[in-house]
């Protein structure tokens, strides 16, 4: 925004050129000239004699201040005028001058306006040079105060009515130039407008996307010989500016005011007033000019001055609260501001007193600050719109993975049977290896390195004599001739290259026809070479043959490709020879592969991903031997995008995975996108006489292939040049973005020279520079911030000799302010302080975000910008990390509550972050209000986050990285950059920058909620060697010979301690309660939670080693001892099982009966899990509540194996339990699928039947045959967990006879859990039997006893005062599980209870309806939000286990539900 009328505003609106004609001028004509800022081109109006011209930007009305001028203008000026007519050409908000128009480099729009003719009012000349002859003039009239076209009926002849919406008149074709004449009679036709359009090219031509439009306007049509002294034109405009409240005009309002005031002037003299009268009317009505006829010649007002109407003008914003104001809502701003410092004077306080008033503090420097590279304010940080977040939420997960089905194997040509051949004879050691095809004819070529010499093998089925004409490179694109000593015999050498005759056989096949090249070093890279064969040359799709020689890229077997989508990952390699031509070759591949993945789904989008990744990362030839246009590649980038935005379009499920794919492309474009590349390179060499060296090396390379590179080399010259010319930022600038000297010279047009230039250049190049990255940024960097904001909010042609001819129109439906949002970034992109700039990255992003879900013709364009916006949250976190330095915890939230939002945005499935989202709020929010449990609720939501990140990594991993390893080893990429080809996509993304700012926080909240870097699970002291494995349930089996300490990534929670294990010491967060936590404490295990990475990482660099593990009441502690140091001075052996009583089972037998009740459960019936529920019944307190039960007993499952319906099924078992006996573990798995399919017998379903509809429970069979095969299922998994891998290898361990199990099955109607808890009623892990330990999860207790990652609330209560339970921890499960009415079937063995064995949760139980998953909001549930409701509940949980405890007289393990505030106890058993 502007402070000043004259000189702020004329710099922003461009001005409405007024163009005033005498009348001795009558049909006489005048020149104007003028540069309006944005446009290039002069803009003329040429009448056919000389006159004066008047000035075109009056001075009368400076801001602030006011000159009246008396002086008498010259003898010109003051003579009569009889006719004032004005054209304008204009766009719509601004007018430009009728002049002359650049249309397309080649033709120019020339426009003039001549007076009244005899029987019309205007007549308009339109001519167009170097015209097409089928141009048409597409036009309509403009009526005072409408907007929409009239059609006049008056209209040059063979013009035609189009569609009753516009005149389509045909130009007249005269030598290479078109013409045309327009005469308007209606004095009610206040313009003109039109559009241009070339029938023959179907092509419209605009005015700056705008229609053209010349302005009529006649002031006084009717006056003869009248003129005014010019100043009291001056005086009746100043009085009409007073009039008006002394308004701030724009140099455009300036010109129509003066015009007007000399309108109304002329009718007074027109009416007969004499100029003597008019004076004195003028000066004596004048209350403010005191003295219009001064010596001075002027008329003076007080001026204000501009800094003060700039601080008033920033006083009344910031009281506003700093909005993003609008350019326009700025202007009336500072009008208003000056508006009232007017009324401070009018009131008589002066200048002085004005500004000791206003001027306080540092203020002034706030104001120049802002003003100091622009002419208005600009928000320090926007105002985010309030919004549910909720509208954020995307559920488009992508199909579930599956490997492509595998295609009929085609039979193996005769060229791949030998060519087998060969690489067995030579060891395997294949460097490279290709098929070229021509017609039905192939060609082999394979290089191997046996024994270290390097060997390549050529042959064909091609018939008759074959040349071989080769050379060989040391660089890409190069041709050498090979050394004398290499070259096979028979063979003929050349200048630069040799030939060889092929020879009959191929590994003793004679239909085939070879040749054998021994390369005894590995200097050079490559063998360039073209066939001969009957009189003709043969190449590779008109370019030379080339195969690469692999040095030290030894290819891998690419394996079966498992986990990809095989068959097109196949072709994709097939088709590499021929991508790696050009750009252009690799783009239009890729267009016509896009379809082939689409439907391939997930793994397709992966494949395509993983290509173009290699591409972008230069993992791949970027050019081999092949010229191609700037424009073909721009064009074949075109239609790639275009092929992905339909993707994204029409499969929001792939959204994201279609966002990296474009993330590797640059946008493209059609017409003369690319080509500029090749003509503005030319014009920065004329324009700065920098012809040869570097700059020509460059242009060659530019026209020979471009490429991304480019606007690295293009940036590194700005930088070379900006730095005055320091040649070492030049190569800082390359070798930062991965370009080094080996790489200009390896282009096939080489870059070996550096640049130099002469001072008096450093202006020039810098401006031409400057221009060309813009236009290489448009074609190579779609994703680039600047290039993609300029290609949404529209640009025109700029600079001398670029983008000529752009113009690229604004994107349609943007919403309202985006545009000053958009500009607030680019102020802000680069500010040290980079929070502001963060929101207003997010703010763009969320009113991005509708548009980029609907379709659009600019979707790509769209797509492009919010990745752009996207990386620049990357970038700015990067540069903000010192910012946080210090920080106080709620500031780290924030950013960390901003990197997440902008995950969301970029996440196909991000329901999971969106609740950590709300959660980072919620705690923010108890943080100002000073919760005292901000701390440990954050940490829980910390824990979460890192979870969502994990489960978004695991993602990435299953379906890129096979495709990367696959790909890669087929096209032989390094084998680095396979290897950490998923890690690096993820470290592009959101997803690093938010696992850095949680691993910045986490020490943070342990400190203040006084949690320490350990979670102690089981508090036992122990020495032991480090081992380091990746997952706790890859090593349960095994048996370790020495004492260990495992140091395991991830633990579910349902893993066996393996044996010789005395630690496992895990970043992985399971629930104390959880079955390998309680195994741990029962088997004297230490077990333990790290949250510090740092003491993770130290633990792992102490592999191999001994160490001492400590846990102390708060924390653990470590450190190396000696092997001679032991706990009890005992040498080091292997943790063995203490001696005690031998464990035994009591073999259970049928007892006549299918189904029992609760009333008949006993130990020879059913397990301790059935009969404690049924001796709970009538003794807990009346409020909590028993659910209803029946069970099958002991002996049932056996009993059912044993009938003949299932012959078979038993014999299967019996065989497979036989494999099991003799360690093929995988045998388990085999088991339970073929328990599976046991039917049942009429009797067991009536007795189940009878008993279940005895007991009040629903019976399945009453929904239908369909429900019942339902519940049988679930009562065979129950049955068939028997020969899970946990229970056996527990049973094993202990010396159970695993034959004795038996598995009686406990059946209860589900109740619909709002939460579920365990109970031990003694805490675990202090072993303080005055306190109660609980956890509660939402919804099922699966997700608390089950593999389910994350943690559960978690408490403990005194027994002696069970109303204040205290909290440990907060959950962080992102997962509850939730059902219907139903019917659940439990595992109740006789081996779950044994004394000294703890076998409960071995075993599994199924419900007859599958649970749903919904993943959590706990920013909105009454337990963590309501302190009153959680202490209710969470007190009556507590006194449930304390009434149960009382009752058996013993501690107790109790499971349990609430619903609708109720208490129900499921089972309960005795804590171990």
Same mark, same amino acid.
């Given at each position: 925004m502007?402070?000043?009328?004259?000189?702020?505003l004329?710099?922003?609106?461009?001005?409405?050129l007024?163009?005033?004609?005498?009348?001795?001028q009558?049909?006489?004509?005048?020149?104007?000239?003028?540069?309006?800022?944005?446009?290039?081109?002069?803009?003329?109006?040429?009448?056919?004699?000389?006159?004066?011209q008047?000035?075109?930007?009056?001075?009368?009305?400076p801001?602030?201040?006011l000159?009246?001028?008396?002086k008498?203008?010259?003898?010109?000026?003051?003579?009569l005028?009889?006719?004032?007519?004005?054209?304008?050409?204009?766009?719509?908000?601004v007018?430009?001058?009728?002049?002359?128009?650049?249309?397309?480099?080649?033709?120019?729009?020339?426009?003039?306006?001549?007076?009244?003719?005899?029987g019309?009012?205007?007549?308009?000349?339109?001519?167009?040079?170097?015209?097409?002859?089928?141009?048409?003039?597409?036009?309509?009239?403009?009526h005072?105060?409408?907007?929409?076209?009239?059609?006049?009926s008056?209209?040059?002849e063979?013009?035609?009515?189009?569609?009753?919406?516009?005149?389509?008149t045909?130009?007249?074709?005269s030598g290479?130039?078109?013409?045309?004449?327009?005469?308007?009679?209606?004095?009610q036709?206040k313009?003109?407008?039109?559009?241009?359009?070339?029938?023959s090219?179907?092509?419209?031509f605009?005015?700056?996307?705008?229609?053209?439009q010349?302005?009529?306007?006649s002031?006084?049509r009717?006056?003869?010989?009248?003129?005014?002294?010019e100043?009291?034109?001056?005086?009746?405009?100043?009085?009409r500016?007073e009039?008006?409240?002394?308004?701030m005009?724009?140099?455009?309002?300036?010109k129509?005011?003066?015009?007007?005031?000399?309108t109304?002037?002329?009718?007074?003299?027109?009416?007969?007033?004499?100029?003597?009268?008019?004076?004195?009317?003028?000066?004596s009505?004048?209350?403010?000019?005191?003295d219009p006829?001064?010596?001075?010649?002027?008329?003076?007002?007080?001026k204000?001055?501009d800094?003060?109407?700039?601080?008033?003008?920033?006083?009344?914003w910031?009281?506003?609260?700093?909005?993003n104001?609008?350019?326009?809502q700025?202007?009336?701003?500072?009008?208003?501001?000056?508006?009232?410092?007017?009324?401070?004077?009018?009131?008589?306080?002066?200048?002085?007193e004005?500004?000791?008033?206003?001027?306080?503090g540092?203020?002034?420097t706030?104001?120049?600050?802002?003003?100091?590279?622009?002419?208005?304010f600009?928000?320090?940080?926007?105002?985010r719109?309030?919004?549910?977040?909720?509208?954020?939420?995307?559920k488009?997960?992508?199909?579930?993975?599956?490997?492509e089905?595998?295609?009929?194997?085609?039979?193996p040509?005769?060229l791949?049977?030998?060519?087998?051949v060969?690489?067995?004879?030579?060891?395997?050691?294949?460097?490279?290896?290709?098929?070229?095809?021509?017609?039905?004819?192939?060609?082999?070529?394979?290089?191997?390195?046996?024994n270290?010499?390097?060997?390549?093998?050529l042959a064909?089925?091609?018939?008759?004599?074959?040349?071989?004409?080769?050379?060989?490179s040391?660089?890409?694109?190069?041709?050498m001739?090979?050394?004398?000593?290499?070259?096979?015999?028979?063979s003929?050498?050349?200048?630069?290259?040799?030939?060889?005759?092929?020879?009959?056989?191929?590994?003793?096949?004679?239909?085939?026809?070879?040749?054998?090249?021994?390369?005894?070093?590995?200097?050079?890279?490559?063998?360039?070479?073209?066939?001969q064969?009957?009189?003709q040359?043969?190449?590779?799709?008109d370019?030379?043959?080339y195969?690469?020689?692999?040095?030290?890229k030894e290819?891998?077997?690419?394996?079966?490709?498992?986990?990809?989508?095989?068959?097109?990952?196949?072709?994709?390699?097939?088709?590499?020879?021929?991508?790696e031509?050009?750009?252009?070759?690799r783009?239009?591949i890729?267009t016509d592969?896009?379809?082939w993945?689409?439907?391939?789904?997930?793994?397709?989008?992966?494949?395509?991903?993983?290509?173009?990744?290699?591409?972008?990362?230069?993992?791949?030839?970027?050019?081999?031997?092949?010229?191609?246009?700037p424009?073909?590649?721009s064009?074949?980038?075109?239609?790639?995008?275009?092929?992905?935005?339909?993707i994204?379009?029409?499969?929001?499920?792939?959204?994201?995975?279609?966002?990296?794919?474009?993330?590797?492309?640059?946008?493209?474009?059609?017409?003369?996108?690319?080509?500029?590349?090749?003509?503005?390179?030319?014009v920065?060499q004329?324009?700065n006489?920098?012809?040869?060296?570097m700059?020509?090396?460059?242009?060659?390379?530019?026209?020979n292939?471009?490429?991304p590179?480019?606007?690295?080399i293009?940036?590194?010259?700005?930088?070379?040049i900006?730095?005055d010319?320091?040649?070492s930022?030049y190569?800082n600038t390359?070798?930062?973005n991965?370009?080094?000297?080996e790489?200009?010279?390896?282009?096939?047009?080489?870059?070996?020279?550096?640049?130099?230039?002469?001072?008096?250049?450093?202006?020039?190049l810098l401006?031409?520079?400057?221009?060309?990255?813009?236009?290489?940024?448009?074609?190579?960097?779609?994703?680039?911030?600047?290039?993609?904001?300029?290609?949404?909010?529209?640009?025109?042609a700029?600079g001398q000799?670029?983008?000529?001819?752009?113009?690229?129109?604004?994107?349609?439906?943007?919403?309202?302010?985006?545009?000053e949002?958009?500009?607030?970034i680019?102020h802000?992109?680069?500010?040290?302080q980079?929070?502001?700039?963060?929101e207003?990255?997010?703010?763009?992003?969320v009113?991005?975000?509708?548009?980029?879900?609907?379709?659009h013709?600019?979707?790509?364009?769209?797509?492009?910008l919010?990745l752009?916006?996207?990386?620049?949250?990357?970038t700015?976190?990067?540069r903000?990390?010192?910012?946080?330095?210090?920080?106080?915890?709620q500031?780290?939230?924030?950013?960390?509550?901003?990197v997440?939002?902008n995950?969301v945005?970029?996440?196909?499935?991000?329901?999971?972050?969106?609740?950590c989202l709300k959660?980072w709020?919620?705690t923010?929010?108890m943080?100002?209000?000073?919760d005292?449990?901000?701390?440990?609720?954050?940490?829980?939501?910390?824990?979460?986050?890192?979870?969502?990140?994990?489960s978004?990594?695991?993602h990435?991993q299953?379906?890129?990285?096979?495709?990367?390893e696959?790909?890669?080893?087929?096209?032989?990429?390094d084998?680095?950059?396979?290897?950490i080809?998923t890690?690096?996509?993820?470290?592009?993304?959101s997803?690093?920058?938010?696992?850095?700012?949680?691993?910045?926080?986490?020490?943070?909240?342990?400190?203040t909620?006084?949690?320490?870097?350990?979670?102690?699970i089981?508090?036992v002291?122990?020495?032991?060697?480090?081992?380091?494995?990746?997952?706790?349930?890859a090593?349960?089996?095994?048996?370790?010979?020495?004492?260990?300490?495992?140091?395991s990534?991830?633990?579910?929670?349902?893993?066996?301690?393996?044996?010789?294990?005395?630690?496992?010491?895990?970043?992985?967060?399971p629930?104390?309660?959880?079955h390998?936590?309680?195994?741990?404490?029962?088997s004297?295990v230490c077990?333990?939670?790290?949250?510090?990475?740092?003491?993770?990482?130290?633990l792992?660099?102490?592999?191999?080693?001994l160490?001492?593990?400590?846990?102390?009441?708060?924390?653990?502690?470590y450190?190396?001892?000696?092997?001679?140091?032991?706990?009890?001075?005992?040498?080091?052996?292997a943790k063995v099982?203490e001696?005690s009583?031998?464990i035994?089972?009591?073999?259970?037998?049928?007892?006549?009966?299918y189904?029992?009740?609760?009333?008949?459960?006993?130990p020879?019936?059913v397990?301790?899990?059935?009969?404690?529920i049924?001796?709970?019944?009538g003794?807990?307190?009346?409020?909590?509540?028993?659910?209803?039960?029946?069970?099958?007993?002991?002996?049932?499952?056996?009993?059912v194996? +044993? /009938?003949d319906?299932?012959?078979? &099924?038993?014999e299967k078992? =019996?065989? @497979?339990?036989?494999?099991?006996? $003799?360690g093929?573990?995988?045998?388990l798995?085999?088991?339970?699928?073929t328990?599976l399919?046991?039917?049942?017998?009429?009797?067991?379903v009536?007795?189940l039947?009878?008993?279940m509809?005895s007991?009040?429970?629903?019976?399945p069979?009453?929904e239908?045959e369909?429900?019942?095969?339902?519940a049988?299922?679930?009562?065979?998994?129950?049955?068939?967990?028997?020969?899970?891998?946990?229970?056996?290898?527990?049973t094993?361990?202990?010396?159970?006879?695993?034959?004795?199990?038996?598995?009686a099955v406990?059946?209860?109607?589900?109740?619909?859990?709002?939460?579920?808890?365990?109970i031990?009623?003694?805490?675990p892990?202090?072993?303080d039997? +005055? /306190?109660?330990?609980?956890?509660? &999860?939402?919804?099922?207790g =699966?997700? @608390?006893?089950g593999?389910?990652? $994350?943690?559960?609330?978690?408490?403990?209560?005194k027994?002696?005062?069970l109303?204040s339970?205290k909290?440990?921890g907060?959950?962080?499960?992102?997962?509850?599980?939730?059902?219907k009415r139903?019917?659940?079937?439990r595992?109740?063995s006789?081996?779950?209870?044994?004394?000294?064995?703890?076998?409960?949760?071995?075993?599994?139980?199924v419900?007859m309806?599958?649970e749903?998953?919904v993943?959590?909001?706990?920013?909105?549930?009454?337990?963590l939000?309501?302190?009153g409701?959680?202490?209710s509940?969470?007190?009556?949980i507590?006194?449930?286990?304390?009434?149960?405890?009382e009752?058996?007289?013993s501690?107790?393990?109790?499971?349990?539900?609430?619903k609708?505030?109720k208490?129900? &106890?499921?089972?309960?058993?005795?804590?171990?």
């Amino acid at each position: 925004m502007s402070n000043t009328l004259g000189q702020g505003l004329a710099n922003q609106v461009h001005g409405q050129l007024l163009l005033t004609v005498s009348e001795q001028q009558n049909r006489a004509g005048y020149g104007v000239s003028c540069n309006l800022p944005g446009q290039n081109q002069s803009l003329n109006i040429k009448k056919k004699t000389k006159s004066h011209q008047k000035p075109l930007v009056s001075d009368i009305f400076p801001v602030n201040h006011l000159y009246v001028k008396r002086k008498y203008l010259s003898h010109e000026i003051r003579r009569l005028i009889s006719f004032v007519p004005r054209a304008v050409l204009a766009t719509d908000p601004v007018s430009q001058s009728a002049g002359k128009f650049d249309l397309d480099g080649r033709s120019e729009l020339q426009i003039s306006v001549d007076e009244s003719n005899p029987g019309s009012l205007f007549q308009i000349n339109i001519q167009v040079t170097n015209s097409s002859p089928s141009l048409t003039l597409h036009w309509g009239t403009i009526h005072d105060g409408q907007q929409n076209w009239k059609l006049p009926s008056r209209h040059p002849e063979g013009t035609q009515n189009y569609k009753n919406r516009a005149l389509r008149t045909p130009f007249v074709k005269s030598g290479e130039n078109s013409f045309l004449k327009i005469e308007v009679d209606d004095p009610q036709i206040k313009a003109i407008e039109f559009l241009l359009f070339d029938e023959s090219q179907n092509k419209w031509f605009k005015n700056n996307g705008q229609n053209f439009q010349v302005r009529l306007v006649s002031d006084v049509r009717t006056a003869q010989n009248i003129s005014v002294p010019e100043d009291l034109v001056q005086v009746q405009a100043y009085l009409r500016w007073e009039r008006k409240g002394k308004q701030m005009y724009t140099p455009e309002q300036e010109k129509e005011e003066y015009e007007a005031a000399r309108t109304e002037l002329l009718e007074e003299v027109a009416r007969g007033t004499a100029i003597d009268e008019l004076r004195a009317k003028l000066t004596s009505n004048s209350d403010t000019l005191k003295d219009p006829l001064d010596p001075l010649g002027k008329v003076l007002v007080e001026k204000i001055p501009d800094d003060l109407i700039q601080i008033q003008a920033y006083i009344r914003w910031e009281k506003a609260g700093k909005p993003n104001y609008s350019q326009d809502q700025q202007i009336k701003e500072f009008e208003e501001a000056r508006k009232e410092l007017q009324n401070e004077l009018d009131k008589g306080m002066s200048l002085d007193e004005i500004r000791k008033k206003i001027v306080k503090g540092n203020i002034q420097t706030k104001v120049t600050k802002q003003l100091k590279n622009k002419k208005y304010f600009t928000v320090e940080r926007i105002q985010r719109k309030k919004r549910d977040i909720m509208q954020l939420l995307n559920k488009h997960a992508a199909e579930s993975l599956k490997t492509e089905v595998s295609v009929m194997p085609r039979a193996p040509t005769t060229l791949e049977l030998c060519s087998k051949v060969k690489e067995e004879q030579d060891g395997g050691c294949v460097l490279n290896k290709k098929v070229f095809k021509f017609g039905d004819k192939e060609l082999l070529a394979l290089v191997t390195n046996p024994n270290g010499k390097i060997k390549i093998y050529l042959a064909t089925d091609l018939k008759g004599p074959v040349t071989l004409h080769w050379g060989l490179s040391k660089r890409a694109g190069e041709w050498m001739a090979p050394p004398p000593g290499i070259i096979p015999p028979g063979s003929t050498l050349e200048q630069k290259a040799s030939e060889t005759q092929f020879v009959e056989g191929f590994s003793g096949d004679l239909s085939l026809q070879s040749v054998e090249i021994e390369i005894g070093d590995d200097q050079y890279v490559g063998m360039p070479f073209v066939l001969q064969s009957g009189g003709q040359w043969i190449k590779s799709n008109d370019s030379d043959f080339y195969i690469e020689l692999g040095v030290g890229k030894e290819k891998k077997d690419a394996g079966n490709g498992e986990g990809t989508a095989k068959a097109l990952l196949d072709r994709i390699s097939e088709l590499e020879s021929d991508a790696e031509r050009s750009f252009m070759h690799r783009f239009n591949i890729a267009t016509d592969l896009t379809e082939w993945a689409k439907d391939q789904g997930e793994l397709g989008l992966a494949g395509l991903l993983v290509w173009m990744r290699f591409m972008a990362t230069r993992q791949l030839t970027w050019n081999r031997n092949y010229n191609v246009k700037p424009r073909e590649i721009s064009k074949a980038q075109d239609n790639l995008t275009d092929s992905l935005q339909r993707i994204y379009e029409s499969y929001p499920q792939y959204r994201e995975i279609v966002r990296m794919i474009m993330s590797t492309v640059g946008r493209g474009g059609e017409g003369d996108v690319g080509q500029r590349i090749r003509d503005e390179i030319l014009v920065i060499q004329r324009n700065n006489d920098c012809k040869g060296g570097m700059m020509e090396e460059w242009h060659q390379k530019l026209h020979n292939n471009t490429s991304p590179d480019d606007v690295v080399i293009c940036q590194a010259l700005i930088d070379y040049i900006s730095s005055d010319f320091d040649i070492s930022v030049y190569w800082n600038t390359l070798n930062s973005n991965g370009i080094t000297k080996e790489r200009l010279l390896s282009y096939d047009r080489g870059i070996h020279s550096e640049p130099h230039f002469r001072r008096d250049q450093k202006e020039g190049l810098l401006r031409d520079l400057g221009n060309y990255l813009r236009t290489l940024k448009a074609v190579h960097s779609g994703a680039d911030l600047q290039s993609a904001i300029a290609t949404c909010m529209g640009y025109s042609a700029q600079g001398q000799g670029f983008m000529v001819g752009v113009e690229v129109h604004p994107i349609s439906g943007l919403p309202s302010g985006f545009p000053e949002l958009l500009q607030f970034i680019l102020h802000h992109v680069e500010d040290k302080q980079v929070e502001p700039l963060l929101e207003g990255l997010l703010e763009a992003r969320v009113e991005l975000r509708p548009l980029l879900l609907r379709s659009h013709d600019r979707l790509k364009d769209l797509i492009f910008l919010d990745l752009a916006l996207d990386s620049t949250v990357r970038t700015a976190i990067e540069r903000g990390y010192e910012e946080l330095n210090n920080a106080e915890p709620q500031k780290i939230m924030h950013f960390i509550a901003l990197v997440l939002e902008n995950l969301v945005l970029s996440s196909d499935s991000n329901e999971d972050l969106i609740y950590c989202l709300k959660e980072w709020n919620y705690t923010l929010q108890m943080s100002k209000s000073q919760d005292d449990h901000w701390a440990l609720y954050a940490k829980s939501v910390l824990d979460r986050s890192r979870l969502a990140l994990t489960s978004k990594a695991e993602h990435y991993q299953r379906i890129l990285q096979p495709s990367a390893e696959y790909l890669g080893s087929l096209l032989g990429v390094d084998k680095w950059a396979v290897s950490i080809f998923t890690e690096e996509i993820i470290r592009a993304g959101s997803a690093a920058s938010l696992s850095l700012l949680l691993n910045r926080l986490d020490p943070i909240l342990r400190e203040t909620a006084h949690l320490g870097s350990w979670q102690v699970i089981s508090p036992v002291e122990v020495i032991g060697y480090v081992v380091i494995v990746n997952e706790l349930l890859a090593v349960q089996n095994v048996s370790y010979e020495r004492p260990t300490v495992l140091v395991s990534k991830r633990v579910k929670g349902e893993e066996e301690i393996p044996d010789g294990t005395v630690a496992v010491l895990t970043p992985d967060m399971p629930d104390i309660l959880s079955h390998v936590s309680v195994r741990a404490r029962n088997s004297k295990v230490c077990f333990a939670t790290c949250f510090d990475p740092n003491i993770l990482s130290d633990l792992q660099s102490k592999e191999g080693k001994l160490i001492r593990v400590k846990p102390t009441s708060s924390d653990l502690i470590y450190s190396e001892v000696k092997e001679t140091e032991t706990l009890n001075g005992s040498p080091l052996t292997a943790k063995v099982e203490e001696s005690s009583p031998a464990i035994t089972i009591a073999r259970k037998e049928f007892a006549g009966r299918y189904a029992i009740s609760s009333d008949e459960f006993s130990p020879e019936m059913v397990g301790a899990k059935s009969r404690n529920i049924s001796y709970l019944k009538g003794k807990v307190p009346s409020w909590v509540g028993l659910p209803t039960s029946v069970a099958l007993p002991f002996g049932v499952f056996e009993k059912v194996l +044993s /009938e003949d319906s299932n012959k078979n &099924v038993a014999e299967k078992i =019996e065989v @497979l339990k036989k494999r099991l006996q $003799g360690g093929e573990f995988s045998a388990l798995h085999d088991i339970r699928e073929t328990v599976l399919q046991l039917t049942a017998s009429p009797q067991l379903v009536q007795e189940l039947k009878d008993k279940m509809k005895s007991a009040g429970m629903p019976w399945p069979g009453d929904e239908g045959e369909q429900r019942w095969q339902q519940a049988w299922m679930a009562i065979k998994k129950v049955w068939a967990s028997k020969w899970n891998e946990r229970a056996y290898f527990s049973t094993r361990k202990a010396k159970l006879d695993h034959n004795y199990l038996c598995m009686a099955v406990l059946v209860q109607e589900i109740i619909s859990a709002d939460y579920a808890f365990v109970i031990h009623t003694i805490n675990p892990s202090s072993r303080d039997s +005055s /306190e109660i330990y609980a956890e509660v &999860v939402k919804g099922l207790g =699966e997700t @608390l006893v089950g593999a389910y990652p $994350g943690r559960a609330l978690s408490y403990v209560c005194k027994k002696t005062n069970l109303d204040s339970p205290k909290i440990l921890g907060y959950p962080s499960k992102p997962i509850g599980l939730f059902i219907k009415r139903s019917i659940i079937f439990r595992s109740d063995s006789n081996g779950e209870d044994l004394e000294g064995y703890a076998g409960a949760g071995l075993y599994d139980s199924v419900p007859m309806d599958e649970e749903e998953k919904v993943v959590l909001d706990y920013s909105t549930d009454r337990l963590l939000v309501d302190p009153g409701f959680r202490n209710s509940i969470l007190s009556s949980i507590a006194k449930a286990g304390s009434a149960i405890e009382e009752l058996y007289g013993s501690p107790q393990d109790i499971e349990g539900v609430v619903k609708d505030g109720k208490i129900f &106890v499921v089972q309960t058993r005795p804590q171990v």
